[in-house]
């Protein structure tokens, strides 16, 4: 270490330096921290005597000295109580001194430390509103701090806040789309390589609070890929034991959108910050002394060894009852050092008086004689409580002295295998514990404590790999231990990180948290809620590829289809992913088979039906589905999300439950339950997630169904009603029930699917006792409200095109042709999606259909050249035909002129006139305006699915066969 700065270094001090002294000269002391660029040393001006902080900084290019500068030009300029002052910099060769204020107290992170379970609310106002006092100064000179936390708010001698490390910092304005600051503390903004503000700096405030008062960040118990994901998806839930108040002030903190969170000056106003509740005026303060961080030793100054304790002192004092035996006054004379430790090693007569153990005795010797004491063959019971009685004394009377003196001596691996004595180490010291061998596999056995076991373990992991760490658990954790006290967030925390990186957690793990003695417990609380259905989802999508890649089989072993079938859905699902680390599965292709990277899921095998299966534990889809009713009590978003998202794993994965749900009526309660939570929230993006999750089972279940289940097809019209979400995928599920029906329907379809008299209300026959109405105009609303820029407007063309080949649905296609609004609407589509010619021919084919079915409808058609005058039952409908006739003729002027280069109101980017199926499209429905144009279309039955009897179904190939040059392409209206 460097002892002194010589003048020969160049020195830049502030001008009060300068006047006094032309040469400085600093002598280093002991290293006192470390910032973001290098150590802090306390150091003492040599002509002075003044004390600074020396923060010593090694650079290696220009580069690196401008980032370095960039903070000194911040703090020169910064002039505030609660900000480190600064006081100069000294240069050498690539070396770097900047001397700050010095702060006797050290950081509010050490004070946190020595504290069990973190400051009081009480205790941490006074740190809270100097800290904003500070962010306020700061955010007014337009700095942004960006790497607010508790270790880097430090505090005098008096106790007062002073804001350092500026590292990191910015000006507004100027650098702060940089990715800077400490994970746990980062605001979503920057996380996201949006750029910070000011704001920033009051989420990490936010986080700082809660480190303040539980010793820890938020998310702290997660890796940081997680973190990433936490920060800028969840809601971060404050334990319970916070006041409302502070509840609020958190909320505030918290807000994602950083434009909506106040600023310093607002927090300042907060009714958790001014309010006085519950806060004691200490009558002491104003006798408090000032002293500094060296005055915490007082082990060698305040011994009372050489005191005056003769008899005569005690004279005239009455004796204790201790002291008297048969009513004689014994001899008053205090025991020396020497006869208090041998009482020590004693375990026949166990010392009582430990308050003049501590003040006869040095540390140094109370702790040698214990130690001694410990490491003997055996140790008698009564000495180990004796021991226990010691270091909690100590913690409570004398600010844990002997404990630091115990550990500094060596004295941890003599306490190893005494829980008694462990327990008051094991939360302060755990890491020490863990270096002198806790958790050797003998030693760690010893321990029977949950509290003391699940914190040792939990502390294992960040001195470990996680490999190793996983491999420790399988064979030394008790599991049983683990679930039984799952309501402590250490176990919480354990169950999550096993969940996540041990591989033999599915087989293990899972089938003991789904025991039914276990529900209640999980019930009990959201938190353990939420933490138990994450967990599960993480056994299930654990990836491990190397140890299990034995186990699945390759890709080219996998069947595959070559061409969609009835269980093919119209698009693929996407799966959701839970981390940037950890994703789920593929999307689901279109094939009964379903294949899929097996590597990515150990626990996956393939069945007899060449379909992908998990092999859940026994009994896990009825564990699961018993949450049913229970889950519709639950408020909770989050805890939502993930119940939902396992059962869309579940599912999802092993299909053959599928049918099991779809027979399960308490699920679709469920989902009524949720339609109501949901609107009393305003997480969009979690509502968005469930809603997505719910309506992929309900799609798969209407494609995989065996027996028609009327609740899912009301539960398909709920989703069109609510339009955001879910109004496609509840389309998709009527589409697949229709089909459903048609393929199980007798030879009279007509019986099966009916319109009612009104033309609004469709009839579905389930069987001879239900009946399902599916109201049409529902279906025409649904249209018209998809907005011409839809990304899925392409699917929704097509579903509805499929849902109008189907037979008795001519209804559905005539409403949708007099709506108001169908010209502008078609209009509207055709020059939106000029540049895409896929979804121009989808356009061009269902209008063709809907006005192909319309016409039959009404005609009443009988293949005859004018068919309005075969039979007395369409006079009626004559009106009916010649509106439909003149809309045909307006939609098929614009045709005309859509694709025709000569038109001057044609957009010039227009693509598809050259294309032969437009041009083949445009003609047939050009054709079906002419007299005689039905004519045209043979073979009805195949081109636009009516109603065809079982005979007509056999006989369709070879009514294809007589179709003439003008017939409906078979690929175009295929149901």
């Not at 290019?61 to 505030?80: G, P, R, V, Y």
Request: glycine share 2%; with cysteine; proline share 4%.
């Amino acid at each position: 270490m460097m002892n002194s700065m010589a003048d020969t270094d160049r020195v830049n001090l502030t001008p009060i330096q300068r006047a006094s002294e032309k040469s400085v000269q600093y002598h280093l002391k002991q290293v006192i921290g470390r910032g973001s660029y290098g150590v802090v040393y306390k150091a003492i001006n040599k002509h002075t005597d003044q004390v600074v902080a020396i923060k010593e900084i090694v650079y290696e290019s220009d580069e690196e000295l401008n980032d370095i500068m960039a903070e000194i030009s911040l703090l020169k300029n910064l002039n505030h109580d609660n900000i480190v002052k600064y006081h100069g910099f000294i240069r050498k060769s690539y070396e770097l001194y900047i001397l700050l204020e010095y702060c006797a107290n050290g950081s509010l992170r050490r004070l946190i430390s020595r504290s069990s379970t973190g400051l009081s609310e009480n205790e941490s106002k006074s740190y809270v509103t100097q800290t904003l006092l500070g962010l306020k100064y700061l955010h007014g000179e337009g700095v942004i701090h960006r790497d607010i936390k508790a270790a880097n708010i430090l505090l005098s001698a008096d106790n007062t806040v002073k804001l350092a490390d500026f590292g990191v910092s910015t000006i507004v304005n100027s650098s702060a789309l940089t990715l800077a600051g400490t994970l746990n503390w980062m605001a979503p903004e920057i996380l996201g390589n949006r750029g910070a503000s000011t704001l920033s700096d009051i989420w990490s405030l936010g986080a700082t609070v809660v480190e303040m008062l539980t010793k820890n960040p938020p998310y702290h118990n997660l890796t940081d890929a997680n973190i990433y994901y936490a920060v800028e998806n969840d809601t971060y839930y404050p334990p319970s034991s916070f006041s409302e108040s502070l509840k609020d002030f958190l909320s505030k903190c918290f807000v994602k959108n950083m434009y909506k969170r106040p600023t310093a000056d607002q927090l300042l106003k907060h009714a958790w910050i001014t309010s006085t509740e519950n806060v004691k005026d200490d009558k002491l303060n104003k006798f408090k002394e000032d002293f500094t961080d060296a005055d915490y030793h007082w082990d060698a100054d305040f011994q009372e060894q050489k005191l005056d304790l003769s008899p005569s002192k005690f004279s005239s004092a009455t004796a204790p009852a201790a002291w008297t035996e048969n009513n004689q006054e014994m001899d008053m004379i205090p025991p020396t050092e020497s006869q208090l430790l041998s009482q020590l090693k004693s375990s026949s007569k166990p010392l009582t008086d430990l308050h003049v153990l501590f003040n006869v005795c040095s540390l140094e010797n109370i702790a040698d004689t214990l130690i001694e004491c410990l490491l003997r063959t055996s140790v008698a019971a009564q000495l180990i409580t004796t021991f226990g009685s010691i270091f909690a004394y100590d913690i409570q009377h004398n600010h844990s002295r002997l404990r630091l003196k115990f550990i500094a001596m060596g004295g941890i691996p003599s306490i190893v295998k005494f829980e008694h004595l462990v327990k008051y180490f094991v939360i302060d010291y755990s890491q020490t514990l863990i270096e002198c061998g806790i958790m050797y596999p003998p030693n760690f056995a010893l321990l029977k404590t949950p509290k003391y076991v699940l914190e040792l373990v939990y502390r294992f992991y960040d001195l470990t790999s996680t490999v190793f760490w996983c491999h420790w658990c399988s064979k030394h954790l008790n599991l049983s231990l683990l679930l039984s006290n799952i309501h402590e967030r250490r176990a919480q925390s354990i169950l999550l990180k096993l969940s996540s990186y041990a591989p033999w957690s599915f087989d293990k793990v899972l089938p003991s948290l789904i025991n039914y003695k276990l529900k209640k417990k999980i019930l009990t609380n959201p938190q353990i809620t939420y933490v138990v259905f994450k967990s599960i989802n993480y056994m299930i999508t654990t990836n491990d590829d190397k140890t299990h890649k034995s186990a699945a089989p390759s890709s080219s072993s996998l069947p595959l289809s070559s061409s969609p079938t009835r269980n093919s859905p119209l698009n693929s699902v996407q799966s959701p992913s839970r981390s940037p680390v950890h994703s789920l599965m593929a999307t689901r292709p279109s094939s009964p088979t379903r294949h899929k990277s097996v590597s990515n899921f150990p626990h996956l095998t393939i069945s007899s039906k060449s379909r992908l299966l998990i092999d859940l534990p026994e009994g896990f889809f009825t564990w699961l589905t018993s949450f049913f009713v229970d889950m519709a009590q639950i408020k909770d978003l989050p805890v939502l999300k993930y119940f939902i998202k396992l059962c869309y794993l579940t599912v999802h994965l092993n299909n053959t439950l599928l049918n099991d749900l779809l027979d399960n009526n308490a699920f679709f309660v469920l989902i009524q339950n949720i339609d109501t939570i949901i609107l009393s929230n305003d997480d969009k993006k979690t509502a968005a997630f469930i809603w997505k999750q719910i309506t992929a089972i309900c799609v798969d279940m209407s494609l995989d169904m065996e027996r028609m289940n009327p609740s899912l097809f009301s539960t398909a019209i709920n989703f069109i009603r609510r339009r955001d979400y879910t109004s496609i995928s509840g389309l998709e599920i009527i589409l697949n029930c229709l089909h459903f029906t048609l393929r199980n329907a007798p030879d009279d379809v007509a019986s099966t699917m009916s319109s009612a008299d009104s033309h609004s209300v469709f009839l579905i026959k389930i069987n001879d006792e239900t009946v399902i109405d599916l109201p049409i105009e529902q279906l025409v609303d649904l249209f018209y409200a998809l907005n011409d820029d839809d990304v899925n407007l392409s699917k929704l063309i097509n579903i509805f095109t499929k849902i109008c080949s189907v037979p008795s649905f001519e209804n559905l296609a005539i409403n949708i042709i007099f709506h108001p609004n169908f010209y502008e609407k078609t209009v509207l589509f055709f020059n939106t999606y000029f540049n895409s010619l896929l979804i121009q021919i989808d356009l061009l084919k269902f209008i063709k259909l809907i006005f192909t079915k319309s016409l039959l409808k009404v005609y009443d058609y009988t293949g005859s050249p004018d068919p309005i005058k075969q039979t007395k039952s369409n006079h009626h409908n004559k009106a009916t035909v010649f509106k439909l006739r003149a809309i045909l003729v307006e939609i098929t002027e614009f045709l005309n002129n859509n694709w025709n280069k000569n038109d001057p109101k044609r957009n010039s980017n227009q693509v598809g006139g050259d294309s032969v199926l437009i041009c083949q499209l445009c003609e047939d429905i050009r054709s079906l305006s002419k007299r005689g144009g039905l004519q045209k279309v043979s073979s009805v039955t195949a081109a636009i699915g009516s109603s065809p009897t079982r005979d007509e179904r056999t006989n369709s190939q070879s009514s294809r066969s007589k179709s003439d040059a003008f017939s409906v392409p078979t690929t175009t209206f295929q149901t």
